[in-house]
Nanobody
Framework: QVQLVESGGGLVQAGGSLRLSCAASGRTFSSYAMGWFRQAPGKEREFVARITWSGGRTYYADSVKGRFTISRDQAKNTVDLQLNSLKPEDTAVYYC?????????????WGQGTQVTVSS
């Protein structure tokens, strides 16, 4: 089991930036990749970005491509999400998650979430 703790959320004006961080502990060696998801009020949770622990391969949702950047620090067991050019529609609770399987796109561990609010 991997334990995940997010931090870095807050209130920012449209066009601003935030940096979210996810600290992983426990059986981190069993994780294939780490992902960020978000859930806005009244909407389903949606995928934002993913990065593999080994190789650092990244993948982004079209809605954030070019604005958000995911990165990882293997020595510190952290995964960050840099959010630039924020829009009001980026307002959501952002969750960090760990994926164990190489082949199944399923996430096995989740953090508690951190709120990002973008004002217009």
């Amino acid at each position: 089991q991997v334990q995940l703790v997010e931090s870095g959320g807050g209130l920012v004006q449209a066009g601003g930036s935030l940096r979210l961080s996810c600290a992983a502990s426990g059986r981190t060696f069993s994780s294939y990749a780490m992902g960020w998801f978000r859930q806005a009020p009244g909407k389903e949770r949606e995928f934002v970005a993913r990065i593999t622990w080994s190789g650092g391969r990244t993948y982004y949702a079209d809605s954030v491509k070019g604005r958000f950047t995911i990165s990882r620090d293997q020595a510190k067991n952290t995964v960050d999400l840099q959010l630039n050019s924020l829009k009001p529609e980026d307002t959501a609770v952002y969750y960090c998650a760990a994926r164990n399987s190489v082949f199944r796109d399923e996430y096995d561990s989740w953090g508690q979430g951190t709120q990002v609010t973008v004002s217009s």
